[in-house]
């Protein structure tokens, strides 16, 4: 049975200082849904933020990786630096990285093998851009980014993959994708997993929604059978927006 999840990327905010009350604030809201709950704070403020979660029900997540085990890579963290710090779950391929960092699908491969050689789980982003959308190739970009960088993998991997769909055209720009076409990509996405492997690969996978998720407009958005939640940015540096949008499950 597949998870309800609620990412926060905090992307390039807060200090440390920032971290540390963002952090107690969110453990003072009450969480009322069932849904699992990660916050990705920056490299530095990894240690303090799972120190700070270690007994909550907060996972503290990484929003990127190198895909080498250690070695001449200056200003890169491997898998096994956060895994160190109490760090068992990353995010890959978002947007801004494939954007601003040239990670193309070939690179994000070999990160995804790596991470699960370390046995790490993975939030794995992709979504196409505005121009995709109006010429009607989204579908088709989406499945050649999902399968490039995920379809070697063996069924069994599948356990520790998180898939989140965020439309490039919605990231930090307020406007949200329709209920409708969450749900009509979502089942698409979901589809490709079925035909790629089987049933159980399919219905179990988490499929996150991103892209101008609120507390006003959770709750429609997360009411989609193949919307599993949400990969929050700008409206997770709010303790209680985000939680407002855990809650809205
Ligand atoms: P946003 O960002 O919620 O600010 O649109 C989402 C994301 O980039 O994950």
């Keep these: ?9 905090w992307k390039m905010n807060n200090d440390l200082a920032d971290t540390k009350t963002l952090v107690s604030e969110l453990v003072d809201i009450e969480k009322t849904s069932n849904a699992e709950v990660m ?9 303090e933020a799972s120190k700070a979660l270690k007994n909550s029900e907060i996972e503290v997540v990484a929003q990127n990786m190198h ?24 995010i890959l391929g978002h947007s801004e990285r494939r954007e601003y960092f040239n990670e193309d699908d070939a690179l994000l491969k070999q990160k995804v093998d790596t991470a699960l050689e370390n046995g790490m789980r ?5 979504g196409e851009k505005l121009e995709d959308r109006k010429s009607g190739n989204h579908t088709h970009v989406v499945k050649s980014q999902i399968k490039n960088a995920l379809f070697h993998l063996p069924e069994g991997s599948w356990k520790s993959i998180v898939l ?18 969450a749900q009509e990509m979502h089942l698409f996405i979901r589809n490709l997993a079925l035909e790629a492997y089987n049933l159980s690969v399919a219905d179990d996978v988490s499929i996150l929604y991103g892209g101008s998720v609120k507390p006003e407009n959770a ?3 997360f009411s989609n059978s193949d919307v599993d939640g949400g990969l929050i940015g700008g409206a997770a540096l709010n303790a209680e927006s985000f939680m407002a949008i855990v809650n809205a499950f």
């Design 67 to 90: 895909f080498a085990k250690n070695g001449a890579y200056t200003g890169e963290i491997s898998a096994t630096m956060l895994k160190s710090v109490g760090v068992n779950t990353v």
């Design 164 to 181: 989140a769909y965020e439309p490039v055209w919605a990231i930090g720009t307020g406007e949200t994708a329709t209920p409708a076409q």
């Design 122 to 126: 993975i939030i794995f982003c992709f």
């Design 1 to 9: 049975m597949r998870k309800n999840i609620v990412a926060g990327n």
């Design 39 to 47: 916050i990705a704070p920056t490299f530095t403020n990894l240690l």
């Design 219 to 221: 709750k429609e958005i």
